[in-house]
């Protein structure tokens, strides 16, 4: 058994923290009702706009490896094709690498998705432009 003191003690000490404490309720939640097909949509959207955040990889590796091709080779005449024709092809594929490489890194620039965006297109506000009862 307690003895009176520790009791009342114990009943004044949790009457004093329930007092001076204070309690957050943060219970709002929104549920979104959709349906398979909607979000299979919303995920191949997503993966599209990830994979472009990405796509200036493939490009700029390619044009460094030509470039430095063409800092370090001295072309010669092969398989019949003489070695400033072979060059010509190394210019005219830096060329093109190069533009593919800005167009990538643009679209990457200008490709932004984050978890938000997902949700946002999930919901049917985002979708119609009204929300749905």
């Known amino acids: 058994m307690t003895d009176p003191q520790h009791a009342q003690f114990e009943k004044s000490f949790a009457k004093n923290i329930i007092q001076s404490s ?38 700029v590796s390619l044009l460094v490896t030509i470039l430095l091709v063409l800092l370090t080779a001295v072309f010669h005449d092969t398989m019949g094709i003489p070695k400033d024709t072979w060059h010509a092809i190394f210019l005219l594929a830096a060329a093109a690498t190069l533009i593919w490489s800005i167009v990538a890194i643009i679209k990457a620039l200008r490709t932004s998705t984050s978890i938000d965006k997902i949700v946002d297109e999930l919901k049917p506000s985002s979708n119609t432009g009204t929300p749905q009862a």
């Open 22 to 59: 204070k309690t957050h309720v943060n219970l709002g939640q929104d549920i979104i009702v959709t349906t398979e097909d909607k979000v299979r949509l919303c995920m191949t959207h997503h993966a599209q706009r990830m994979s472009n955040k990405t796509a200036w990889i493939g490009p």
